[in-house]
């Protein structure tokens, strides 16, 4: 399992390599949601602007996987 911000010492996951990775990657949600505070709405529903690039899609794309789930 491929996973943006890994928790766990569990072999099975995958997560960012490399520390760098690993700031980008605690801070990427911090600085996208910043434009989703000006956002007014009654809507109590998440939303996600997704200001930021990503190369998630490309990492997806070069991967073996049969089968992606994503979740946001």
């Given at each position: 399992m491929r996973v943006r911000s890994k928790g766990t010492d569990d072999w099975t996951v995958e997560g960012p390599v490399?520390?760098?990775?690993?700031?980008h990657g605690q801070l990427?949600?911090?600085v996208g949601?910043?434009?989703m505070r000006l956002q007014k709405?009654?809507?109590?529903?998440?939303?996600?602007?997704n200001w930021l690039p990503s190369a998630l899609a490309n990492e997806i794309n070069l991967?073996?996987?049969d089968v992606v789930?994503?979740?946001?």
């Open positions: 490399g520390r760098i990775s690993e700031i990427r949600p911090l949601g910043l434009p709405t009654s809507n109590s529903n998440p939303h996600s602007g991967s073996s996987a789930n994503m979740h946001w």
